[in-house]
């Protein structure tokens, strides 16, 4: 079996800083969902207040500064944290990954050698499915192994998925389609299954509402459990949990 390389490298400062200016900008804070623009400043507190009352050019120019500040006060630890991050998950990541393919009955291809993973300061951490790549923030520890894992979780569904459909280009499933929220959903039963939990580190779960709002009695997360373990097959799995969300999308996206 092919298994790809996790390469680690330091997030560029241009990307680093476009996504700060995004994650303060006023469409990011109207999300309710997410606490973009709090976070944020709880990682830049000299940009709370900084921002009032300025242009869009004023607004980006002094969130650059801040960040480019940050980026070089913390150069030589987050080369330092790179270089932890890359042995870890040389460690456990390819048996991980090995464990994954094996559950979704999936063969990683060889002209898709590289997984990458950039190591910057922020607060979300943002992926590409399609593109095999995810970021992460170097002072984080469980955080950053645990996204390896459900993003490289993601990256497989994807794959797996474009199998199932004939192959050839798909866009990936964006937030808020029915096989988004299946996905998201499925992050719990496939990193908790038994042949998979032991190369994780940590636990895994889904977003929070998956438990907390229920459907006929039983939470989000009790059904799609069910739906597992009476699987006859990982894709007999995916198909009945896409029909589950798209059955009960008021409910899951009002969730």
């Not at 063969?107 to 898709?112: F, N, Q, R």
């Given at each position: 079996m092919f298994i790809p390389k996790i390469q680690v490298e330091p997030l560029k400062p241009f990307f680093n800083k476009r996504l700060i200016c995004r994650y303060?900008?006023?469409?990011?804070?109207?999300?309710?969902?997410?606490?973009?623009?709090?976070k944020t400043y709880a990682m830049y507190p000299e940009l709370r207040g900084a921002l009032e009352g300025k242009t869009e050019e004023e607004r980006k120019a002094i969130i650059e500064q801040a960040v480019e500040a940050r980026l070089t006060d913390a150069a030589e630890e987050i080369q330092r944290r790179v270089e932890y991050f890359q042995a870890k998950f040389d460690?456990?990541?390819?048996?991980?990954?090995?464990?994954?393919?094996?559950?979704?009955?999936?063969?990683?291809?060889?002209?898709?050698?590289?997984?990458?993973c950039w190591v910057g300061y922020i607060p979300f951490y943002p992926r590409s499915a399609a593109a095999h790549w995810f970021y992460v923030s170097y002072q984080d520890e469980e955080r950053v192994f645990a996204g390896a894992v459900h993003e490289i979780n993601h990256m497989?569904?994807?794959?797996?998925?474009?199998?199932?459909?004939?192959?050839?280009?798909?866009?990936?499933?964006?937030?808020?389609?029915?096989?988004w929220y299946l996905q998201e959903m499925i992050v719990d039963p496939t990193l908790n299954d038994p042949a998979v939990k032991p190369y994780t580190l940590y636990e895994n779960r889904a977003y929070p509402q998956f438990y907390a709002v229920e459907i006929g009695g039983k939470s989000i997360m009790d059904h799609l459990q069910a739906m597992y373990n009476a699987k006859t097959g990982i894709e007999d799995f995916l198909h009945r949990g896409l029909a589950f969300v798209e059955d009960n999308y008021a409910a899951i996206h009002g969730a």
């Open positions: 303060l900008s006023p469409e990011k804070a109207a999300n309710k969902t997410l606490p973009f623009a709090e460690a456990f990541l390819p048996d991980f990954i090995a464990a994954q393919c094996a559950l979704y009955r999936y063969t990683w291809k060889a002209e898709h050698p590289i997984i990458n497989i569904f994807f794959e797996k998925w474009k199998e199932m459909c004939g192959g050839g280009d798909m866009p990936e499933p964006g937030h808020p389609s029915p096989l």
